[in-house]
């Protein structure tokens, strides 16, 4: 008989603390109806006390979605329990996530405080948030660091306390491998009523770890893992959920199941992707564009003459059809409604129409329309209230020659031109808009990444802009680099000038 394994995606939490890849309500709304799709057990939604627009995004996705449990982030804080709780009243599965730090560092550096006090907090903590929810889990915070024989007592303590689910998190991802595994495992031998709450993993990738430290904790005995899809999250990310589904899917010797429908991992994928203007590094495991490539000339014989020689997964699985209905500027609004519905993007037909428009414009610039350029217009809508709007770029460069850009922008209804030269295209072009912006704006960090190999491609750009002292982030995308990177300069602007 096989066990079960709960998936936790914290996408829409931990997932989104990465700078500059934020979403509003119904982008998150979005992601949390394709994770329902997915097949997710629990959803974390938000941490209610931290801003009114995660308290709205916890009540918003608890309207939106029916049959995941909807978990809200929380200190060990009366008021922040209080507002989980009431963030999650319209959740028809509602769980709150409590917590404190265990690790000696933390108690002493974080806290100031004791082992017993801690404790005293956590068992505090665990009974309050009892009182508004049947459904309450516990994290112990760097857990990872936390020395086994005292886990294991807030563990026990938190559980008879009431705590359905306790997570054991390598909050700082320093753990190895065998190392989580046998926490877990003590915690399994050690916890008395260990069996009246499910052990969870939550694991950080700062050493490349943590997909190797989730599945060991779940061959000792954890049985939820929290995950985010592509692995995203602050620093270096979260453990992968299309890495944990499909490890056990093809392990399936090891007699675990998760409920994930793996068929809808590409098409979510890519959507977390294109919302949050995160690229996919091209190696990562499942999702990545050269996840099913093959250039060797020995490993392509292999595959043409039997699949499994080199593909432990069928790219079918996943939601790679081979098959897929190729777009170019002769495919009709229901080839692109259909690539779009596989990508979990599902569109009213006002909406489909103003796509269609953009689409057969970029159609006509390339030969091949790809999955990723498809995103990129679905979420093209995203700039049109934008206060600042570009109207036209013009730039004169080449070898023995300056650079000069000229361009026109739209602000609030109202045209300005300008020029300037620069030491690159983009420079000049940059140049002539600060003449008509008058801030004090410095480019931190510049990424362009193509979203295939074509010279027709789209490039994709990444900026990062420095304004009284804080970092704003914008994305561009175009079949010209330079108007995109132009056009992610003006969408960091347009997030502090109003």
């Known amino acids: 008989m096989s066990?079960?394994?709960?998936?936790?995606?914290?996408?829409?939490?931990?997932?989104e603390q990465v700078p500059g890849c934020q979403l509003n309500t119904v982008e998150k709304i979005q992601v949390a109806r394709a994770l329902e799709t997915l097949g997710v057990d629990v959803i974390e939604a938000g941490f209610p006390i931290s801003s009114p627009g995660d308290f709205k995004s916890v009540v918003e996705i608890s309207k939106a979605v029916t049959w995941p449990t909807i978990c809200a982030l929380t200190r060990a804080v009366e008021k922040d329990i209080d507002a989980a709780s009431e963030a999650l009243?319209?959740?028809?599965?509602?769980?709150?996530?409590?917590?404190?730090?265990?690790?000696?560092?933390?108690?002493?550096?974080?806290?100031?405080?004791?082992?017993?006090?801690?404790?005293e907090r956590a068992i505090a903590a665990t009974k309050y948030a009892k009182k508004y929810v049947e459904d309450v889990e516990f994290y112990c915070e760097d857990a990872g660091r936390t020395d086994n024989e005292y886990l294991a007592r807030v563990v026990e303590a938190v559980i008879k306390a009431g705590a359905t689910v306790v997570n054991i998190p390598d909050t700082t991802g320093y753990c190895l491998p065998d190392e989580y595994?046998?926490?877990?495992?003590?915690?399994?031998?050690?916890?008395?009523?260990?069996?009246?709450?499910?052990?969870?993993?939550?694991?950080h990738n700062d050493l490349g770890m943590a997909t190797a430290n989730t599945v060991q904790g779940v061959l000792n005995g954890a049985r939820q893992v929290e995950v985010t899809i592509n692995g995203i999250g602050e620093?270096?990310?979260?453990?992968?959920?299309?890495?944990?589904?499909?490890?056990?899917k093809s392990h399936k010797e090891q007699n675990i199941q998760t409920n994930i429908n793996t068929t809808k991992i590409y098409g979510i994928s890519r959507m977390v992707s294109s919302l949050m203007n995160m690229?996919?590094?091209?190696?990562?495991?499942?999702?990545?564009?050269?996840?099913?490539?093959?250039?060797?000339?020995?490993?392509?014989?292999?595959?043409?003459?039997?699949?499994?020689?080199?593909?432990?997964?069928?790219?079918?699985?996943?939601g790679i059809d081979d098959n897929a209905i190729v777009l170019t500027a002769r495919s009709g609004r229901a080839a692109l409604k259909h690539r779009m519905h596989v990508l979990g993007i599902d569109v009213d037909q006002e909406r489909l129409d103003k796509i269609y428009e953009d689409f057969l414009k970029l159609a006509d610039k390339k030969k091949e329309i790809t999955d990723d350029d498809v995103m990129v217009l679905a979420g093209a809508d995203r700039s049109q209230n934008h206060h600042i709007k570009l109207e036209y770029l013009q730039v004169t460069s080449g070898v023995g020659v300056r650079p000069v850009a000229s361009l026109g922008l739209n602000i609030a209804g109202e045209k300005f031109e300008a020029a300037a030269s620069g030491n690159g295209p983009v420079d000049a072009a940059i140049k002539a808009l600060k003449q008509i912006i008058h801030r004090q704006m410095v480019l931190k960090e510049f990424t362009i990444q193509a979203?295939?190999?074509?010279?027709?491609?789209?490039?994709?750009?990444?900026?990062?802009?420095?304004?009284?002292?804080?970092?704003?982030?914008?994305?561009?995308?175009?079949?010209?680099?330079i108007a995109a990177s132009l056009e992610a300069y003006i969408d960091a602007i347009n997030k502090f000038v109003k």
């Open 279 to 318: 690229p996919i590094q091209p190696n990562k495991a499942i999702v990545g564009r050269n996840a099913f490539a093959h250039s060797s000339g020995i490993h392509q014989d292999g595959v043409l003459k039997n699949a499994e020689t080199y593909e432990i997964i069928d790219p079918k699985d996943v």
């Open 181 to 203: 595994g046998a926490k877990i495992r003590y915690l399994m031998e050690h916890v008395d009523g260990i069996d009246k709450a499910i052990i969870s993993t939550h694991c």
């Open 451 to 481: 979203i295939s190999k074509g010279s027709d491609d789209v490039g994709k750009v990444h900026m990062q802009v420095e304004y009284d002292n804080r970092m704003y982030y914008g994305f561009g995308a175009n079949t010209d680099i």
């Open 89 to 119: 009243k319209y959740a028809k599965h509602g769980r709150i996530h409590t917590g404190i730090g265990t690790s000696d560092s933390h108690i002493r550096y974080k806290f100031n405080s004791t082992r017993e006090e801690i404790l």
């Open 235 to 248: 620093r270096a990310g979260n453990t992968s959920l299309e890495e944990i589904a499909m490890i056990f």
């Open 3 to 15: 066990d079960r394994l709960y998936i936790f995606d914290t996408t829409l939490r931990d997932g």
